[in-house]
């Protein structure tokens, strides 16, 4: 109870996601383009839904469950990673009630 009154409830980051809709768009808006130089290590630990996987040499992205965060996008150059918001209305609705 905070000193206002009112009932604080703590979630945790997968009970707030788990709230979210996706509306996937057909075009995706995230393609790595060249892995060359990336720091492959730091998208596969740092991408908070694990859009980023190795399938052996290869890195391959999956941008279906991707909340938009930016962080392989700073992690990045734009010529290593195409990086777009998906078009209008399309991607994660965020819920946060
Ligand atoms: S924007 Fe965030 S969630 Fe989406 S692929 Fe990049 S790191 Fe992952």
Redesign the pocket.
């Known amino acids: 109870m905070s000193s206002t009154g009112v009932k604080l409830k703590r979630l945790k980051l997968g009970d707030l996601l788990q709230r979210d809709v996706w509306d996937v768009d057909e075009a995706r808006h995230?393609e790595v383009l060249d892995q060359r130089g990336l720091p492959i290590k730091a998208?596969l630990l740092?991408?908070?839904?694990?859009?980023?996987t190795m399938a052996g040499e290869r890195l391959l992205?999956?941008?279906e469950?991707?909340?938009?965060?930016?962080?392989?996008?700073v992690?990045s150059n734009p010529h290593q990673?195409r990086?777009e918001y998906p078009r209008s209305g399309r991607g994660i609705q965020y819920r946060f009630t």
């Open positions: 995230i998208l740092l991408c908070p839904m694990g859009c980023y992205m999956s941008y469950g991707c909340v938009e965060c930016a962080t392989c996008r992690l990673i990086w």
